[in-house]
Every structure is written in structure tokens, then in C-alpha cells.
């Protein structure tokens, strides 16, 4: 079965230190995206890649940095400089063909909490 | 710049009710539409979408009618059931080199047996 992949379901992270969230895909996307939600509030994007070795920072990049070597894989690492890291953080990912409408597919998920 | 609305919750009814679920929009240029349901822990399931002005999505008893005039995307169901309690978002894309999908907050939906 095609499909989003992200782990760890759960992860804690303690003071000063940096994690990485896992993003996979099988369905042959050329674009992913990294969002962030928090309660009672939208999705707001992190960062998104349209293509390998490329990515452009999204409204709230601060305290984050992603890497795209594989076209299936887009990892999250959230650094110690991002202050407030507690949140639920959503993968997308989407096709780019021509003509065709840029929905996006979302995995199911990691939350990340601070110790 | 872009923007979508939704009407704010919670919204509370019982089984078998009517929902309208409110979203309107702020866009440069000629948007596509989503709604987008998420479940208790999940991540997000696209539930419909439409591509241009009087297109409507549908999908499990659930229906959008894309209104340019309105610059609206409600959201409606005749015959709620208790497993369609979620979180509702309305998004939109507007395409173009950076174009990403931008979303409402959400509007949470129980339903009562």
C-alpha cells in the first residue's frame, strides 16, 4: 500500500537538545511539506521541498532545518533553538505533474513533548 | 494575501442532524478548494475538493459548492452520524512557484447518539 510514514509516533525531547522526526513516502511525490499544529490553531508550514537537494523555509522555519537527499524521505530536525518544540507535527506530501491539482497527502502524525 | 475563515467551534449536535460548517476566502488569482478531516490523534484525510468556481466536491454524505460570487466552500451534511466527529479545516491553494495550501483553524465537530 502506498502512504506517508512518520515516526516516532511519540517523542520527548530534553532541554538543549536536538531531534529528528521521520517522513516517508512511497507514493513517488516529487513535493513534501513539514507543518505544525498546535491546539485550537491551523496548520502552519515549516518547510517544503519540491524537488530533491531543494527546500525553502515556510512561514515558521525558525529553530528547524530539514534535508532532501532521497525524492521519499524529508526528516524534521527541530533544534534546541526553538523555544516552544511542544506541538503535533504533520508530513505532507504531494505530485507536481502539470495539470493537476496539488492536493497533498498527510501522514498520520508525531507529537513531540518537552521533558 | 491569502487567507481562508472558518466558522469558530465547537460544534455540538445530535446523530442524524444537519451540519453546515461556514468557510470563506481571501485569494489572488483563481483558488482550489479543499476540506480536510482529521480524527482524534490522526493526521489529516483530504475529505473533497473543487478546481474552479461551481464545482462541487462531495464524499461520504459530505458536499461543498465552490461559490466565487461568495467567495465561499461551506461545508454541509443532511444526516450527521457520530463517527463523522472530527476536526474540519478548510484549505486553499493558489498555484505558482511557492504556491502551498493554506488553512483555516479548524472547527471541531461532536456528535451526540
Known amino acids: 500500500d502506498g502512504g506517508i510514514t512518520q515516526s516516532p509516533k511519540y517523542l520527548f525531547r530534553k532541554e538543549g537538545q536536538n531531534v529528528t522526526l521521520s517522513c516517508e513516502q512511497n507514493?513517488?511525490?516529487?513535493?513534501m511539506y513539514w507543518y505544525r499544529q498546535d491546539p485550537g490553531q491551523g496548520l502552519r508550514l515549516i518547510y517544503y521541498s519540491q524537488i530533491v537537494n531543494d527546500f525553502q523555509k515556510g512561514d515558521i522555519a525558525e529553530g528547524y532545518s530539514v534535508s532532501r537527499e532521497k525524492k521519499e524521505s524529508f526528516p524534521l530536525t527541530v533544534t534546541s533553538a526553538q523555544k516552544n518544540p511542544t506541538a503535533f507535527y504533520l508530513c505532507a506530501s504531494s505530485p507536481k505533474d502539470r495539470g493537476t491539482v496539488e492536493t497533498q497527502y498527510f501522514g498520520p502524525g508525531t507529537r513531540l513533548l518537552v521533558l | 494575501g491569502n487567507s481562508v475563515t472558518q466558522m469558530e467551534g465547537p460544534v455540538t449536535l445530535s446523530e442524524e442532524a444537519f451540519l453546515t460548517i461556514n468557510c470563506t476566502y481571501t485569494?489572488?488569482?483563481?483558488?482550489?478548494l479543499f476540506w480536510y478531516v482529521q480524527y482524534p490523534g490522526e493526521g489529516l484525510q483530504l475529505l473533497l475538493k473543487a478546481t474552479k468556481a461551481d464545482d462541487k466536491g462531495s464524499n461520504k454524505g459530505f458536499e461543498a459548492t465552490y461559490r466565487k460570487e461568495t467567495t465561499s466552500f461551506h461545508l454541509e451534511k443532511g444526516s450527521v452520524q457520530v463517527s463523522d466527529s472530527a476536526v474540519y479545516f478548510c484549505?486553499?491553494?493558489?498555484?505558482?512557484?511557492?504556491?502551498?495550501?493554506?488553512f483555516g483553524k479548524g472547527t471541531k465537530l461532536s456528535v451526540k447518539p
Open positions: 485569494a489572488t488569482g483563481y483558488p482550489s
Open positions: 484549505a486553499l491553494f493558489v498555484g505558482g512557484s511557492q504556491g502551498n495550501l493554506i
Open positions: 507514493l513517488n511525490h516529487d513535493a
